[in-house]
């Protein structure tokens, strides 16, 4: 019997779907799958990852702007007779060239997955007009577009299909991870924390790219006043994006950068966690964060904004969700330093939610099966 070919639709950049697709391969069964990952801009620099767990990669770098005929070309060769599934990820509508493409070329499975609720473009009038487009194309979308339409959450499905999609035919798939990788282990805390240089310190932690999406901005701002308070408060900040050196001048202008910590893009994500006593993540729109579902699976207390999806709330006790306003954030921070909270893994309650990818990969197998 032959293995289902998968092609998975666009990478772009290190960030949440990237994670989300890789972490979805490393437990697929190859016996029964293929997967091709497309990458769309050059030197991104982590196609190893792809490539070591056994996956193709290929490349379509014309712009569809620019070069559509050459575009168009590139996407129908690379589809003609070569793929069973075509899983496409995105956060807003921009074309819908490759679903049509995918159905023209006869693919027996078309999938849309939502990652994302808005829109993540720094400058606001090109911001403006991508939404512009966005809200265009939802009234174009017609449901024979594609075969499946999927979700990381209800909030990115409605933002995305809208009305056009009865809810009954969306499938909501879990930004699920491997929980056991995670799992709190006081060893490995001092460990990080002693390599770290913060073994005294409360370390405020934050996971992702400097996009205006995830609000340095604001964080910086709360851990300014934090930092007032509690003379020992650190900030880590892990992950690299558009916005780093802005945030990066914001922190020297505040006279902090001896508190902060930028680590930059980091393959120890699990070790990390352990080192941190809180995580922050105040973003300004959320999908569902892969980093808010690892922090908790870490025992960590976290603290997000109420524009992260209710679904992000795994273990609710480990869990506060605020609004955008900065004495809120700071007078919760300040607690937690000073709380007799209690650190500990509740690892049941992800296999329980579908958040443990040894189960939910059956989810993502069945889907994919012809």
């Not at 205006?212 to 003379?231: G, M």
């Not at 902060?260 to 809180?278: C, E, H, K, T, W």
Request: hydrophobic share 40%.
């Amino acid at each position: 019997m032959s293995k289902i070919r998968v092609l998975q639709f666009p990478i772009s950049a290190n960030n949440g779907v990237k994670t989300y697709a890789l972490n979805n391969w490393k437990f697929l069964d190859k016996s029964r799958f293929e997967c091709d990952f497309v990458i769309v801009r050059p030197n991104l620099g982590f196609e190893g990852e792809f490539t070591k767990q056994g996956a193709g990669v290929k490349y379509i770098l014309s712009s569809p702007e620019k070069e559509s005929k050459q575009y168009i070309e590139s996407i129908r060769k690379l589809l003609l007779g070569n793929y069973d599934v075509v899983h496409l990820h995105t956060s807003y509508w921009k074309r819908l060239l490759i679903e049509q493409i995918a159905m023209e070329c006869n693919i027996p499975k078309v999938i849309v997955h939502s990652h994302n609720t808005q829109i993540d473009i720094v400058d606001e009038s090109k911001r403006k007009q991508a939404e512009k487009v966005h809200w265009e194309l939802r009234e174009k979308f017609d449901i024979n577009l594609a075969t499946d339409f999927c979700a990381c959450s209800w909030a990115a499905a409605d933002w995305l299909f809208g009305p056009k999609i009865p809810r009954e035919q969306i499938k909501i798939l879990h930004n699920a991870i491997d929980i056991e990788k995670f799992a709190y282990n006081p060893s490995v805390q001092a460990k990080c924390r002693n390599l770290l240089g913060v073994e005294d310190n409360f370390v405020m932690g934050h996971i992702g790219r400097f996009s205006a999406q995830k609000n340095h901005d604001f964080l910086i701002d709360v851990f300014y006043e934090v930092s007032k308070e509690l003379t020992n408060a650190k900030l880590m900040l892990v992950g690299e994006g558009p916005l780093e050196n802005l945030v990066r001048e914001k922190v020297e202008r505040l006279g902090i950068m001896d508190k902060v910590l930028f680590l930059g893009q980091r393959q120890d994500i699990p070790q990390l966690l352990q080192a941190m006593d809180v995580f922050c993540l105040p973003s300004k729109f959320e999908g569902l964060p892969i980093s808010l579902v690892e922090a908790q699976a870490s025992g960590l207390m976290c603290i997000a904004s109420i524009q992260v999806p209710e679904e992000g709330t795994i273990v609710s006790t480990h869990m506060a969700r605020l609004p955008l306003v900065l004495e809120k954030w700071v007078a919760a921070l300040i607690e937690v330093a000073r709380s007799s909270f209690c650190r500990q893994s509740s690892l049941s309650e992800f296999v329980e939610q579908g958040y443990d990818l040894r189960h939910s990969v059956i989810d993502i197998e069945k889907l994919y099966s012809l």
